[in-house]
């Protein structure tokens, strides 16, 4: 695929923009781009994506290559904007031209500010002087944004590959990635028409390829963290934004689609996106919790991926909002299920309709043949993530009956079961008795002076326990499997000089990843002081995250999901704020320089104090009240109004409602319905329906291991129940301490912040990119673009500001020494030799080389413009456009030269021995002939020094008959051989390789045939699977063990274990 030239770019940045900036221009030309075909569009580095819903809500976390004829696998110098010198790792040539101007990271932050704003950032203070200033007007916009970049068209899709488990070749689709139809993408302006018609075509990913490659091109430079933020409000498509990039990092990066690490990682993602993702009123494929993506890297590679999720709709499970759906994996279950598995896990004749926590709408037959395939799929994933299927599917099970449990208060003191048999089915197949699965829900153990008390429940503190335990075990179990995804590590490494899979090149260098292997995960909520990585200047070790969270959602009504969801939208636009607005304002000011442009943006500060603020925000006083017996929702809504009535984001709705209270977001209004807040926020289990699952009681070892944490020996040596309370999910698994010693923990929403806190701690000190989706239309209808809903996004993301920004302002700054280390090569001649002070006289130097190589190129002018201040030059973004433009240009142009130098030479070298052959054979005399009739002069060594190259063989196919003693003295002295010894045995593989893939020892391998045929004892039968320990001594064998038998067998009389190919993996 060849980009579109530098002219018909010009409209795919915002900041070229013809004519007065305001948010109507800024919506009628969106609206003539998604009419085009094309839903991305740029402001300077940053990335503005349209979601079109061109596709039905349906998610599609795995392609197969079948599907993605085009698919890029790799990335070139042929971007207009490309430049970067090749990184010692990737093949010649990969890199591309980096964005630049990383924020300074802050070194104090203000004791009054909330906890979540600790990720702003300060630009180092000094004197005021005199800047230097320079500005350039000339002609017309033309350069291109970075965003765009020209890319090799790939060739022709490679069939899947075997990947190795615990010795059994598994046989993987070749998946593509990560891919989801969903929410369209891009064209070029030449094919608007045919994508208006049929779609947007393969090469609507230039925009997130070009900004994939700047990440990586900017990561190669310095080696420093980066991480891509998505944002936007719910349903317009930041899934699919951050699947296409994850997709396009690991085909750049991380050894494309036919890795097994690429393969484990989508399978990974398809089991939680089944498991995290449900409908709900705004979006028909919603994602109920956050995820930051972490791709840790070495030398600039991809060696492991970590997926850390951030939940908040835990109440989903038990409670489902009015016409919204419960978790997806559900629906998929009840559809795929057979008559037989049915039976087995209870739910013979248990229908949508039958079960209480799934909601009572019929969905279309459609939807279930696609819930049937999605659960096929779904299943073949976690097989291939080596996850037991049967126990996932019995504790799903479990959950599903829970629902049609309940407790009612009886004649006597016992509390009266309505649907024993379900509870009876549950214990079953949680594997414990329902004598003691009851007596969990129903009773309660204090211990009071080293004396055990045991009382009966109510029938509400009951049912509320059992709800408890149905969301304790569908996300402990979601917490598991992202553990196990989580601690798999790559089996093997990238080298320098590798082009293969991953899987075929070596694992020397696993040794230096120990230190990430063994790091703790950022959401462990005991480490609130983890700031990420630690890195040296020098190290080549760091990560490139993807941060998808929550996106600001409304729903009628608003309830604590809603108000933890609009948090997290807050912080992340903050963190926005305070990159794109606040850092360059702070820096002009520091070095004394005046803003030309003034830009009024809306700082949500305010708003997240209100929310988050220790003791008087409002989650902190729900947080206080979740833990007071006696306290109601009346209650908490006169504390927060006596607090906050003064506050402009704070208001009272009207008509006045005992129940309602209304923030102003930076998105507008919302009203929040506190009705259920308080038993919303619960997030505790007794251990009395802990114990019920502790290895003495319960045989199904799968849940004892979900709750294997919280068994342990009280500090007073008990070992039972007494009384103590757990998180329903917790990192840690440690023991929470009482109400009465330690308020405000064991809640939802301070286990939400915590976690959300540790998320932006862990991206502090990361260069950020900013992807800004945009749905076209409130009700997901195919290709309709809504101006009023466009408009109400455009205005809460402040896009508006942001262009006004990139187009008239000085928003982009780099230090001398970096700016002059990166763009040094327009200046001709050699280096300069260094000076005491040479940084701001060799800028001035680049500047004026950088002019001229302008005023000779042929693209379009652009406005230029730059200061000079103490520390920093600031420029403009049509300068960052130029200098990108031609900094690529001329590094497209030097490895060109260098190309076309050792093309040249090659092929000179090759036309001399043609020419020779020839000759050869012209001569009708062959070469073995000629050589026997004739006397050959022997070398002479006397002028041979150890800094003279070795002698020159004879051409090749000429045998060689002997050798003169002096030649090979010399020689052997030369490379410390002693000629009198044999050469050293190479020693013996610890793998072998069977279809292009490396499978470590042992092995699992079938036997062809019998061996040994003709002995009765100590004999392997044909169809016996046996395990290979390793090579033998003996050329051509193994050795093979089966039970207590060990022989040397060859290996054509085995054949390697394989599974065949799972076929329905697009979800």
Same mark, same amino acid.
């Given at each position: 695929?060849?980009?579109?030239?530098?002219?018909?770019?010009?409209?795919?940045?915002?900041?070229?923009?013809?004519?007065?900036?305001?948010?109507?221009?800024?919506?009628?030309?969106?609206?003539?781009?998604?009419?085009?075909?094309?839903?991305?569009?740029?402001?300077?580095?940053?990335?503005?994506?349209?979601?079109?819903?061109?596709?039905?809500?349906?998610?599609?976390?795995?392609?197969?290559?079948?599907?993605?004829?085009?698919?890029?696998?790799?990335?070139?110098?042929?971007?207009?904007?490309?430049?970067?010198?090749?990184?010692?790792?990737?093949?010649?040539?990969?890199?591309?031209?980096?964005?630049?101007?990383?924020?300074?990271?802050?070194?104090?932050?203000?004791?009054?500010?909330?906890?979540? !704003?600790?990720?702003?950032?300060?630009?180092?203070?000094?004197?005021?002087?005199?800047?230097?200033?320079?500005?350039?007007?000339?002609?017309?916009?033309?350069?291109?944004?970075?965003?765009?970049?020209?890319?090799?068209?790939?060739?022709?899709?490679?069939?899947?590959?075997?990947?190795?488990?615990?010795?059994?070749?598994?046989?993987?689709?070749?998946?593509?990635?990560?891919?989801?139809?969903?929410?369209?993408?891009?064209?070029?302006?030449?094919?608007?028409?045919?994508?208006?018609?049929?779609?947007?075509?393969?090469?609507?990913?230039?925009?997130?390829?070009?900004?994939?490659?700047?990440?990586?091109? *900017?990561?190669?430079?310095?080696?420093?963290?980066?991480?891509?933020?998505?944002?936007?409000?719910?349903?317009?498509?930041?899934?699919?934004?951050?699947?296409?990039?994850?997709?396009?990092?690991?085909?750049?990066?991380?050894?494309?689609?036919?890795?097994?690490?690429?393969?484990?990682?989508?399978?990974?993602?398809?089991?939680?996106?089944?498991?995290?993702?449900?409908?709900?009123?705004?979006?028909?494929?919603?994602?109920?919790?956050?995820?930051?993506?972490?791709?840790?890297?070495?030398?600039? !590679?991809?060696?492991?991926?970590?997926?850390?999720?951030?939940?908040?709709?835990?109440?989903?499970?038990?409670?489902?909002?009015?016409?919204? #759906?419960?978790?997806?994996?559900?629906?998929?279950?009840?559809?795929?299920?057979?008559?037989?598995?049915?039976?087995?896990?209870?739910?013979?004749?248990?229908?949508?309709?039958?079960?209480?926590?799934?909601?009572?709408?019929?969905?279309?037959?459609?939807?279930?043949?696609?819930?049937?395939?999605?659960?096929?799929?779904?299943?073949?994933?976690?097989?291939?993530?080596?996850?037991?299927?049967?126990?996932?599917?019995?504790?799903?099970?479990?959950?599903?009956?829970?629902?049609?449990?309940?407790?009612?208060?009886?004649?006597?003191?016992?509390?009266?079961?309505?649907?024993?048999?379900?509870?009876?089915?549950?214990?079953?197949?949680?594997?414990?008795?329902?004598?003691?699965?009851?007596?969990?829900?129903?009773? *309660?153990?204090?211990?009071?002076?080293?004396?055990?008390?045991?009382?009966?429940?109510?029938?509400?503190?009951?049912?509320?326990?059992?709800?408890?335990?149905?969301?304790?075990?569908?996300?402990?179990?979601?917490?598991?499997?992202?553990?196990?995804?989580? +601690?798999?590590?790559?089996?093997?490494?990238?080298?320098?000089?590798?082009?293969?899979?991953?899987? +075929?090149?070596?694992?020397?260098?696993?040794?230096?990843?120990?230190?990430?292997?063994?790091?703790?995960?950022?959401?462990?909520?005991?480490?609130?002081?983890?700031?990420?990585?630690?890195?040296?200047?020098?190290?080549?070790?760091?990560?490139?995250?993807?941060?998808?969270?929550?996106?600001?959602?409304?729903?009628?009504?608003?309830?604590?999901?809603?108000?933890?969801?609009?948090?997290?939208?807050?912080?992340?636009?903050?963190?926005?704020?305070?990159?794109?607005?606040?850092?360059?304002?702070?820096?002009?000011?520091?070095?004394?320089?005046?803003?030309?442009?003034?830009?009024?943006?809306?700082?949500?500060?305010?708003?997240?104090?209100?929310?988050?603020?220790?003791?008087?925000?409002?989650?902190?006083?729900?947080?206080?009240?979740?833990?007071?017996?006696?306290?109601?929702?009346?209650?908490?809504?006169?504390?927060?109004?006596?607090?906050?009535?003064?506050?402009?984001?704070?208001?009272?709705?009207?008509?006045?409602?005992?129940?309602?209270?209304?923030?102003?977001?930076?998105?507008?209004?919302?009203?929040?319905?506190?009705?259920?807040?308080?038993?919303?926020?619960?997030?505790?289990?007794?251990?009395?329906?802990?114990?019920?699952?502790?290895?003495?009681?319960?045989?199904?070892?799968?849940?004892?291991?979900?709750?294997?944490?919280?068994?342990?020996?009280?500090?007073?040596?008990?070992?039972?129940?007494?009384?103590?309370?757990?998180?329903?999910?917790?990192?840690?698994?440690?023991?929470?301490?009482?109400?009465?010693?330690?308020?405000?923990?064991?809640?939802?929403?301070?286990?939400?912040?915590?976690?959300?806190?540790?998320?932006?701690?862990?991206?502090?000190?990361?260069?950020?990119?900013?992807?800004?989706?945009?749905?076209?239309?409130?009700?997901?209808?195919?290709?309709?673009?809504?101006?009023?809903?466009?408009?109400?996004?455009?205005?809460?993301?402040?896009?508006?500001?942001?262009? *006004?920004?990139?187009?008239?302002?000085?928003?982009?700054?780099?230090?001398?020494?970096?700016?002059?280390?990166?763009?040094?090569?327009?200046?001709?001649?050699?280096? #300069?030799?260094?000076?005491?002070?040479?940084?701001?006289?060799?800028?001035?130097?680049?500047?004026?080389?950088?002019?001229?190589?302008?005023?000779? +190129?042929?693209?379009?002018?652009?406005?230029?413009?730059?200061?000079?201040?103490?520390?920093?030059?600031?420029?403009?973004?049509?300068?960052?456009?130029?200098?990108?433009?031609?900094?690529?240009?001329?590094?497209?142009?030097?490895?060109?030269?260098?190309?076309?130098?050792?093309?040249?030479?090659?092929?000179?070298?090759?036309?001399?021995?043609?020419?020779?052959?020839?000759?050869?054979?012209?001569?009708?005399?062959?070469?073995?002939?000629?050589?026997?009739?004739?006397?050959?002069?022997?070398?002479?060594?006397?002028?041979?020094?150890?800094?003279?190259?070795?002698?020159?063989?004879?051409?090749?196919?000429?045998?060689?008959?002997?050798?003169?003693?002096?030649?090979?003295?010399?020689?052997?002295?030369?490379?410390?051989?002693?000629?009198?010894?044999?050469?050293?045995?190479?020693?013996?593989?610890?793998?072998?390789?069977?279809?292009?893939?490396?499978?470590?020892?042992?092995?699992?391998?079938?036997?062809?045939?019998?061996?040994?045929?003709?002995?009765?004892?100590?004999?392997?039968?044909?169809?016996?699977?046996?395990?290979?320990?390793?090579?033998?001594?003996?050329?051509?064998?193994?050795?093979?063990?089966?039970?207590?038998?060990?022989?040397?067998?060859?290996?054509?009389?085995?054949?390697?274990?394989?599974?065949?190919?799972?076929?329905?993996?697009?979800?």
């Amino acid at each position: 695929m060849t980009g579109p030239g530098t002219s018909s770019l010009v409209s795919h940045d915002l900041t070229h923009l013809v004519g007065p900036l305001t948010e109507e221009s800024l919506v009628k030309h969106l609206q003539t781009r998604f009419h085009g075909g094309l839903w991305q569009t740029c402001i300077g580095p940053q990335l503005v994506c349209v979601n079109g819903f061109t596709r039905p809500p349906e998610l599609r976390v795995l392609t197969s290559d079948s599907n993605r004829n085009n698919d890029r696998t790799s990335f070139s110098f042929n971007s207009g904007v490309s430049g970067a010198l090749p990184s010692p790792c990737s093949p010649l040539p990969s890199p591309v031209s980096p964005l630049v101007l990383p924020a300074s990271p802050s070194s104090n932050t203000s004791s009054s500010r909330p906890s979540l !704003l600790s990720f702003d950032r300060r630009i180092d203070n000094g004197a005021s002087s005199n800047p230097a200033v320079q500005h350039r007007q000339i002609g017309s916009p033309g350069l291109p944004s970075p965003g765009h970049s020209q890319l090799d068209p790939a060739g022709s899709p490679v069939p899947g590959t075997n990947l190795q488990t615990r010795g059994v070749a598994i046989n993987v689709p070749a998946v593509s990635v990560l891919h989801m139809r969903h929410s369209s993408s891009t064209s070029t302006c030449s094919e608007s028409a045919q994508a208006v018609q049929h779609g947007p075509s393969d090469t609507s990913c230039q925009f997130m390829e070009g900004m994939v490659t700047t990440v990586l091109s *900017q990561h190669a430079d310095s080696f420093h963290p980066q991480v891509i933020l998505v944002s936007g409000e719910s349903g317009s498509g930041k899934t699919h934004c951050s699947m296409e990039v994850l997709r396009l990092l690991l085909e750049a990066a991380g050894g494309g689609s036919q890795t097994d690490a690429f393969k484990y990682l989508s399978a990974a993602l398809t089991v939680v996106r089944s498991m995290a993702s449900a409908l709900t009123a705004g979006n028909a494929d919603s994602s109920r919790v956050g995820m930051y993506i972490e791709n840790l890297t070495s030398d600039c !590679l991809v060696y492991r991926t970590k997926i850390h999720c951030l939940f908040v709709d835990m109440n989903r499970v038990t409670t489902v909002p009015w016409r919204e #759906q419960n978790f997806h994996i559900f629906y998929q279950m009840l559809a795929g299920l057979s008559g037989e598995e049915r039976v087995k896990l209870h739910l013979g004749d248990k229908s949508v309709r039958t079960l209480r926590y799934l909601t009572t709408e019929i969905r279309p037959g459609l939807q279930d043949q696609r819930d049937r395939e999605k659960f096929e799929a779904w299943k073949a994933c976690l097989s291939i993530l080596e996850i037991p299927v049967s126990d996932v599917l019995r504790v799903l099970s479990s959950v599903l009956l829970l629902g049609n449990v309940s407790f009612v208060e009886g004649a006597g003191q016992e509390l009266e079961t309505e649907g024993n048999a379900e509870l009876k089915s549950i214990a079953a197949l949680l594997g414990v008795s329902g004598v003691s699965l009851y007596r969990g829900f129903t009773t *309660q153990i204090r211990v009071s002076r080293g004396q055990v008390c045991r009382t009966i429940t109510d029938a509400a503190t009951a049912n509320a326990r059992r709800g408890s335990l149905a969301r304790a075990l569908y996300f402990r179990t979601l917490s598991a499997i992202l553990r196990r995804i989580n +601690s798999m590590k790559r089996r093997t490494s990238h080298t320098a000089n590798s082009t293969g899979s991953a899987e +075929s090149r070596g694992s020397s260098h696993s040794s230096q990843y120990s230190q990430y292997n063994n790091k703790p995960d950022i959401l462990h909520p005991s480490l609130p002081s983890f700031l990420g990585l630690s890195l040296s200047k020098r190290s080549s070790e760091s990560f490139i995250g993807i941060l998808d969270l929550f996106g600001f959602e409304t729903s009628e009504p608003n309830r604590l999901e809603q108000l933890c969801t609009n948090l997290c939208a807050e912080a992340m636009q903050h963190y926005y704020n305070t990159h794109v607005f606040r850092a360059p304002a702070d820096a002009l000011q520091d070095e004394g320089i005046q803003q030309e442009v003034d830009v009024c943006y809306f700082n949500n500060t305010p708003v997240i104090e209100l929310l988050s603020a220790q003791t008087v925000g409002i989650l902190s006083i729900l947080d206080v009240l979740t833990l007071s017996e006696h306290a109601t929702q009346k209650e908490f809504l006169e504390q927060i109004r006596s607090h906050h009535t003064a506050n402009n984001h704070f208001f009272e709705p009207l008509p006045k409602d005992d129940q309602l209270f209304g923030i102003r977001h930076f998105t507008g209004r919302t009203v929040y319905d506190t009705s259920d807040f308080l038993s919303g926020n619960q997030d505790l289990l007794a251990d009395d329906t802990i114990c019920v699952f502790s290895r003495q009681n319960c045989n199904f070892g799968f849940v004892s291991h979900l709750f294997s944490s919280e068994m342990q020996p009280s500090p007073d040596g008990l070992t039972g129940p007494c009384g103590r309370k757990y998180r329903l999910l917790s990192s840690s698994h440690q023991e929470i301490e009482s109400p009465e010693r330690s308020p405000g923990t064991g809640t939802l929403s301070k286990d939400f912040q915590a976690r959300l806190e540790n998320i932006l701690k862990s991206v502090t000190n990361a260069k950020p990119h900013f992807i800004r989706c945009i749905k076209s239309n409130d009700y997901a209808r195919p290709r309709t673009f809504d101006c009023e809903t466009v408009a109400r996004q455009i205005r809460a993301l402040q896009i508006k500001q942001a262009v *006004q920004l990139m187009a008239g302002g000085l928003p982009h700054r780099l230090r001398y020494k970096m700016f002059n280390t990166r763009y040094r090569l327009f200046v001709s001649g050699p280096r #300069q030799t260094r000076r005491a002070e040479p940084s701001r006289e060799e800028t001035k130097t680049v500047l004026t080389y950088f002019l001229k190589v302008m005023d000779e +190129s042929k693209h379009p002018y652009i406005s230029t413009q730059w200061y000079l201040g103490r520390r920093h030059i600031f420029y403009s973004e049509g300068t960052r456009q130029s200098l990108e433009t031609m900094r690529g240009e001329r590094i497209r142009s030097a490895a060109m030269t260098i190309q076309a130098i050792w093309r040249g030479q090659r092929s000179r070298k090759r036309v001399r021995v043609l020419r020779t052959q020839a000759r050869a054979a012209s001569s009708g005399v062959s070469s073995h002939k000629s050589r026997a009739h004739s006397k050959r002069q022997p070398y002479n060594t006397s002028s041979l020094t150890p800094t003279t190259p070795r002698p020159q063989l004879p051409p090749k196919g000429e045998r060689i008959e002997r050798v003169e003693p002096a030649v090979l003295s010399y020689v052997c002295k030369l490379w410390r051989l002693d000629p009198s010894k044999k050469p050293a045995v190479p020693t013996k593989r610890a793998y072998s390789v069977h279809g292009n893939v490396k499978i470590s020892y042992p092995q699992s391998r079938c036997m062809k045939t019998d061996f040994p045929e003709a002995s009765e004892r100590d004999s392997f039968k044909k169809g016996d699977i046996v395990t290979v320990l390793g090579p033998s001594a003996t050329r051509g064998h193994h050795i093979v063990q089966k039970g207590d038998t060990i022989l040397h067998v060859p290996y054509t009389r085995m054949a390697i274990q394989t599974v065949h190919e799972t076929s329905g993996l697009n979800i």
